[in-house]
């Protein structure tokens, strides 16, 4: 008995379907590819209900005639290769003529296409791999292809679906994806028929600019760089603009988003040591390289690609990168060696080491009973800090209670050492403390402390504007009643945007975005979940964002005040972030 069917197509296409399409993003990125293939110089999208009951992308490429507006549904139907040679050349996005099969076998289609020298365009319905009408319409030339209730015949898949607000933040990505490296078409993308974006042909910083907002395009170094194998023109985070996740890294090849392990990391190579721990940084790198070099066949609909050269493209990635970086390079040289338990990021990048205040005589023997061997500089430029008293430190009993004035040394004399590090003596020994963590610990405390009272805050003398994409808008209005606990005054001025014009005193407002941006990361971010609520999380992250960076010099006056705050603190050895503050080098050990 003969037991083998060959499947109907509709049964083909929908098993298919499960590959190419695995939720309403992957049919976003498909039609945006279409457009895209069809020469397309403005792309629309438009969502319903974040892709569930509609999907819709409108072009002005060129269309399709009547006949190829019934093809373009058959499965291998495709324009883009003819003969198995032009699988090493390809120049479009698609060829594997799956995807509008795939489509039109799981959700009701409507394709309304005319191409430019045509009078009328054509009309055809779809649904479920079945056409159930096809008429001429008047219509704009290019092509119009809605897709209404994705997985309306696969329930299976339907219920799978995660909440709207994950399924749209797919979208958006796909969206960033495909935009990011075609800066040279306009897009848009309205949801529920809000338009999210609005972007304009134009650079790639530009695109960049428009995607994430204006604020970030002075967060990059440009980078290009030509050789025979390889092409590269992107944009590079500056290092201070690190992140806590890997979030904003697009690498692409050939106009296309790709994932590759080794390229990432030849761009993290080239950060080597000028990012905190723990921190990543943004990039935008586009990669042209000839497309026989690439084994595009790996996984079409997949993000992975395999390079004939990928030991020479990393090498020359990783000192494009560097040589976008160039400037800092002399920033790192000049740092000395970090004491092992410190673990400090280094200092912020774009400064250069300042002259120390404090000079050193080599000389100088504590045990001489001479005073004044340590010579201060510019003791009283801030005489606005009120100074430390022997009493108040005394008076605390702490495990690193600062010593007794000696007779040798004007007493707690604090010296800093590479513009992060201030030195003092305590009972027990000397200690080396790292500045910017027991800022961050003093202001933790304050700023903690501070909820239960009103807060104090300081109107600007220019509001300052701060924008976001439309996803963290949503969660930075989440936080707005939080923030205005802390002192700030900030009010929404449409969808994306928030004006400040008050924050905490002594908050510098240049750093307004970078810090609310940081906010939002920690709070998307799971790293942070040992801070037990929202209040101890905000509070962190503010302490990090305002506290003194290592690199800052600071007056005899501001380190004497912040070892006296910080002994006040509740924990003064360790940071909010569980870092260690403290090192003592023990009376012993000097000897040694
Ligand atoms: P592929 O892109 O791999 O060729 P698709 O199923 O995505 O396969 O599309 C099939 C064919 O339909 C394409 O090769 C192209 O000829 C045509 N097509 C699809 N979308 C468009 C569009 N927006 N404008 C013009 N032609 C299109
Ligand atoms: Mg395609």
Same mark, same amino acid.
């Given at each position: 008995m003969?037991?083998i069917n060959?499947l109907?197509?509709?049964?083909?296409?929908?098993i298919?379907?499960?590959e190419?399409v +695995?939720r309403?993003?992957?049919?976003?990125?498909?039609?945006l590819?279409n457009a895209?293939?069809?020469g397309?110089t403005?792309?629309?999208?438009?969502?319903?209900?974040?892709?569930r009951?509609l999907?819709q992308v409108?072009?002005?490429?060129c269309?399709?005639?009547d006949? +190829?507006?019934?093809?373009c549904f058959?499965?291998?139907?495709?324009?883009?290769?003819h003969?198995a040679?032009d699988?090493?050349?390809?120049?479009?996005m698609?060829f594997?003529?799956e995807?509008?099969?795939?489509?039109?076998?799981i959700?009701?289609?409507e394709?309304r296409?005319r191409?430019?020298?045509? #009078?009328?365009g054509?009309?055809v319905r779809?649904?479920?791999s079945?056409i159930t009408d096809q008429r001429?319409t008047?219509?704009?030339?290019?092509?119009?292809?809605a897709?209404k209730n994705?997985f309306?015949n696969?329930p299976?898949?339907?219920n799978f679906l995660?909440?709207?607000?994950?399924?749209?933040s797919?979208i958006?990505?796909?969206?960033?994806?495909?935009t990011?490296?075609h800066?040279d078409?306009?897009f848009?993308? &309205?949801?529920?028929?809000?338009l999210?974006?609005?972007l304009?042909?134009g650079?790639m910083l530009?695109r960049i600019a428009?995607?994430?907002?204006?604020?970030y395009?002075?967060?990059f170094f440009?980078?290009?760089?030509q050789?025979?194998?390889?092409?590269?023109?992107?944009?590079?985070g500056?290092?201070e603009?690190?992140r806590?996740t !890997?979030?904003?890294q697009?690498?692409?090849?050939?106009g296309?988003?790709?994932?590759?392990?080794?390229?990432?990391?030849?761009?993290?190579k080239?950060y080597?040591d000028?990012?905190?721990e723990?921190s990543?940084p943004s990039y935008?790198i586009?990669l042209?390289v000839d497309?026989?070099?690439?084994?595009?066949?790996?996984?079409?609909t997949?993000t992975?690609v395999k390079?004939v050269d990928?030991?020479?493209?990393f090498?020359?990635? !990783?000192?494009?990168?560097?040589?976008?970086l160039?400037q800092?390079t002399?920033?790192?040289e000049?740092?000395?060696?970090?004491? #092992?338990?410190?673990?400090?990021?280094?200092a912020p990048?774009?400064?250069?080491p300042?002259?120390p205040?404090?000079?050193?005589?080599p000389?100088?023997?504590?045990?001489?009973g001479s005073k004044?061997?340590?010579?201060?500089e510019k003791m009283n430029?801030?005489?606005d800090?009120?100074?430390l008293m022997? +009493?108040d430190?005394?008076?605390?009993?702490?495990p690193?209670?600062?010593a007794?004035?000696?007779?040798?040394?004007?007493?707690?004399?604090?010296?800093?050492v590479?513009?992060r590090y201030?030195?003092?003596t305590?009972?027990?020994?000397l200690?080396i403390?790292?500045?910017?963590r027991?800022h961050?610990r003093?202001?933790?405390?304050?700023?903690?402390q501070?909820?239960?009272f009103a807060?104090?805050?300081?109107?600007?003398?220019?509001p300052v504007?701060?924008?976001?994409?439309?996803?963290?808008a949503d969660?930075f209005?989440?936080?707005?009643?939080?923030?205005?606990?802390?002192?700030?005054a900030i009010?929404?001025?449409?969808?994306?945007?928030f004006?400040v &014009?008050?924050?905490?005193?002594d908050?510098?407002?240049?750093?307004?975005?970078?810090?609310?941006?940081?906010i939002l990361? +920690?709070?998307?971010?799971?790293?942070?979940?040992k801070?037990?609520?929202? &209040?101890?999380t905000?509070c962190?992250?503010?302490?990090?964002q305002?506290a003194?960076?290592?690199g &800052?010099?600071l007056?005899? #006056?501001?380190?004497?005040q912040?070892?006296?705050?910080?002994f006040?603190?509740?924990?003064?050895?360790t940071?909010p972030?569980?870092?260690?503050?403290?090192t003592?080098?023990?009376?012993?050990e000097?000897?040694?």
């Open positions: 003969d037991i060959i109907p197509d509709s049964v083909a296409n929908q298919a379907a499960g190419v +695995d309403p993003a992957s049919a976003v990125k498909e039609l590819e895209m293939d069809a397309a403005q792309i629309d999208l438009v969502v319903k209900d974040a892709g009951t999907i409108v072009d002005n490429g269309g399709m005639s006949s +190829d507006a019934r093809l058959e499965r291998h139907a495709t324009s883009k290769i003969k040679d699988l090493f050349a390809i120049h479009t698609g594997r003529g995807a509008l099969a795939s489509i039109a076998a959700a009701q289609v394709l296409t191409m430019h020298d045509s #009078e009328l054509t009309e779809i649904e479920g079945q001429p008047a219509c704009a030339p290019g092509t119009s292809l897709v994705l309306f696969v299976a898949r339907r995660k909440k709207d607000s994950v399924e749209m797919h958006e990505e796909v969206f960033r994806r495909v990011l490296i800066y078409l306009g848009s993308l &309205t949801s529920n028929g809000r999210l974006y609005d304009q042909p650079s530009q428009g995607l994430y907002g204006n604020n395009k002075e967060r440009n980078m290009e760089e050789t025979d194998l390889l092409k590269i023109k992107g944009f590079v500056k290092p603009f690190s806590k !890997r979030g904003e697009y690498l692409f090849v050939n296309r988003f790709i994932k590759h392990a080794a390229l990432s990391a030849a761009v993290e080239a080597s000028l990012l905190p723990h990543y935008f586009g042209q497309p026989a070099r690439i084994d595009i066949n790996i996984h079409p997949k992975e390079f990928e030991h020479a493209m090498a020359i990635l !990783r000192s494009a990168v560097k040589k976008a160039g800092f002399l920033a790192t000049l740092e000395f060696d970090t004491p #092992e338990e410190f673990n400090i990021p280094p990048k774009g400064y250069m300042p002259e205040r404090i000079s050193y005589n000389n100088y023997n504590p045990f001489s004044g061997s340590v010579k201060t430029e801030r005489s800090t009120p100074s022997d +009493d430190i005394n008076a605390l009993s702490l690193l209670k600062p007794a004035p000696s007779p040798t040394l004007p007493s707690n004399t604090c010296m800093q590479q513009g201030i030195v003092t305590l009972s027990s020994g200690a403390i790292d500045q910017q027991a961050e003093v202001l933790y405390e304050r700023l903690t501070q909820v239960s807060p104090t805050s300081q109107a600007l003398l220019f504007n701060c924008q976001f994409t439309p996803a963290d969660l209005g989440e936080l707005l009643p939080d923030l205005r606990e802390h002192g700030f009010d929404p001025v449409g969808q994306c945007t004006v &014009t008050a924050t905490p005193p908050f510098k407002e240049s750093e307004l975005q970078v810090t609310f941006d940081h990361t +920690d709070y998307k971010s799971a790293t942070l979940q801070y037990n609520n929202r &209040t101890q905000l962190a992250s503010l302490a990090r305002m003194v960076k290592a &800052t010099t007056s005899q #006056e501001e380190m004497q912040l070892v006296a705050d910080l006040a603190c509740p924990m003064p050895e940071s972030g569980g870092k260690k503050i403290i003592v080098v023990k009376p012993e000097i000897l040694k």
